[in-house]
Nanobody, 122 residues
Framework: QVQLVESGGGLVQPGGSLSVSCAAS????????MGWYRQAPGKERELVAT???????NYADSVKGRFTISRDNAKNTVYLLMNSLKPEDTAVYYC????????????????WGQGTQVTVSS
């Protein structure tokens, strides 16, 4: 009943920039925390950045100063702007959202997007 759709992945050169977005749709009453995670081949999925409903942010040390997470609550959308990209940023990026649905009893459930590939290479 809730879907997260990501867009904006692709191939960029080292030092370049890329922006990805994730829009939630469906039976949504409220979205609490949202975040971006990534997973490279052979590695565990890791947190990239999170943002609360009030706009407080948290970043992995590896992306601080380079990535910016933001959200538009009216659009149920979270964004990730990636600057100064490095080859080690190459991964599948996954959107996550903690969603309270419109049904009762109320529940807050984490949802995941399908992932979008970001490749940083010359």
């Amino acid at each position: 009943q809730v879907q997260l759709v990501e867009s904006g992945g692709g191939l960029v050169q080292p030092g370049g920039s890329l922006s990805v977005s994730c829009a939630a749709s469906g039976s949504i009453f409220r979205i609490n925390d949202m975040g971006w995670y990534r997973q490279a081949p052979g590695k565990e999925r890791e947190l990239v950045a999170t943002i609360t409903s009030d706009g407080s942010t948290n970043y992995a040390d590896s992306v601080k100063g380079r990535f910016t997470i933001s959200r538009d609550n009216a659009k149920n959308t979270v964004y990730l702007l990636m600057n100064s990209l490095k080859p080690e940023d190459t991964a599948v990026y996954y959107c996550n959202a903690a969603v309270r649905g419109t049904g009762t009893p109320w529940r807050v459930i984490p949802y995941w997007g399908q992932g979008t590939q970001v490749t940083v290479s010359s």
